[in-house]
């Protein structure tokens, strides 16, 4: 055994004290060991382990300077990449506009690293800066493509799976991301961490459409297609920042054995879900295919346990179609308007509209449990079965609140809606929508597989893992109380998720739907 080996443990235990005496800063005090360390029933690791490569990952110094300082004008410097993800050692192209006259690209792969939350794995030389030609826009379906040549090409060979972020620095200091996930092809004995790549695109309002709006605003004029052929709006890479890197972070930081993977690609290929412990869906998921959706059930099936990190989770039916650089390159959903899909005569099970409406309805509580109901509200999460197992350890009461944690959009056990049973509420929480009072609920229950699969009922949990810190920029007003609560909570249920059926070895849910909702909205 090397020097660096004998003082592995020695830096582990400081981390995990620094961590400690970070909450207890906070005024956590006892919460701080109940949010950041594991409880007894839940000490040791899962039976197939993390692999050394993975543990050496996790234990490698991390990047602090990875973070973006100056975006400068949207022009600065903007880049997409030819594929959604890749397989290690796998080719990727980058395409890139700018108005400096060189820039460099560094891939900085998200993670724990001792809570400096990314690594540097590459760094390339100095590019040739030039400015693209203006994008398309296909007025079929207001779909925007920028359609640039590549700029380079550049290999990943020796790069650990996982989350990336390229940065591209220009010359004159302004910076973009580009996200990029380094897949998993394997699955079997890991958590999978399942990104939401068709979610950030429908949102993505660059060139001036998305899903969601055209370029005055208006619903009305919004894309009915968008596609991966264009750089991400803001940041570069907002949605996988808020929603989704904290609980990389976290899940890394467990220990537990983990793979990668996007919805795109367990659309085409189910190969990585095999076997697999656990899927995790982040704190926004919202754009699922039925390919997708019946491969993750076929998992949960099998005895894969599947958590839901967020809320509106599954909620938009969409197609994937060929893009200017490949297939699956463009995502298609006419929501509303889902009588001009092309599919809507004959194929209605391919109708791009929400899940639960007709042609082909099947709402997505028959997957997740809950059901989305609406937006925008801003609620205190409140527990109701404090001694369910997902607690153990946080000290909850019948009652207990955390301000701002319900938010802004939100899900909910809905009597009369296909749900799985049994089914337990675990949280219910009072909340006014749009002037109408209803509720969000926290829910668990189990398959016949054995699976256990829990919904946290709001999108606010992957954020809240960052609330009251300097990363967590958008924290609604959480504090680091709730910050000690949701991470405990998230810990409790990847923990247990990773052993396996959680039927095998968690108390069983407790039907109280009908207790619940007696004499309530």
Known sequence: MGPDERAAPLRAELRRRTFLGACAGAGLVSAAAAACDPSPSARG?????????????????????WRIRSRGPATAVAGYTDRVSVTPGEECALHVSTTAPSFRVSAF???????AGARLVWSSGRIPGRV???????????????????????????????AYLLRLDAEDGHQ???????????????????????????????????LYAGAGGAYADRSLAVSFDRPYDSSGAEKFLVYEWAAVALAERLGIPLAYTTGTDVHRDPGVLRGARAVVCLGHDEYWTPEQRRHVTAARDAGANVAFLGANTCFR???????????????????????????????????????????????????????YEGYPTDAPY?????????YEGTGVRPGDGFGHLVGVEYDRVTPGAPTPEPLEITAHSPLVCNGRRSHSDSAYYTAGSGAGVFAT???????????GTPAGGRDHGMDARTRAFVTRTTENVLRAFALGPAARHRPAPRPNTGEVYRGTA
């Open 45 to 65: 690791r899962p039976r197939d382990a993390a692999s050394p490569a993975q543990d050496a990952e996790r234990d490698r110094p991390g990047t602090p300077d």
């Open 109 to 115: 792969r998200a993670g724990w690293y001792g809570g």
């Open 132 to 162: 693209q030609p203006e994008p398309r826009l296909l007025s079929g379906t207001r779909t925007v493509r920028a359609d640039w040549p590549r700029t380079l090409s550049f290999g990943t060979e020796g790069w650990p799976e996982g």
């Open 176 to 210: 973009r991301y580009v996200p990029l996930i380094v897949r998993s092809t394997r699955g079997a004995g890991r958590t999978v961490l399942m990104h939401a790549p068709a979610t950030w695109q429908a949102y993505n309002r660059w060139g001036g459409y998305s």
């Open 317 to 371: 039916r969409i197609r994937l179609e060929q893009g200017a650089t490949g297939p699956d390159r463009t995502v298609v959903c006419y929501k509303s308007s889902f009588r001009a899909d092309p599919c809507y005569a004959d194929r209605p099970a391919l109708v791009t509209t929400d899940f639960r409406q007709s042609p082909g309805a099947d709402p997505e509580s028959s997957m997740t449990g809950v059901l």
């Open 382 to 390: 409140v527990v109701h079965a404090a001694d369910h197992w997902v």
């Open 457 to 467: 009922g709001t999108m606010r949990w992957v954020e809240a893992l960052m609330a």
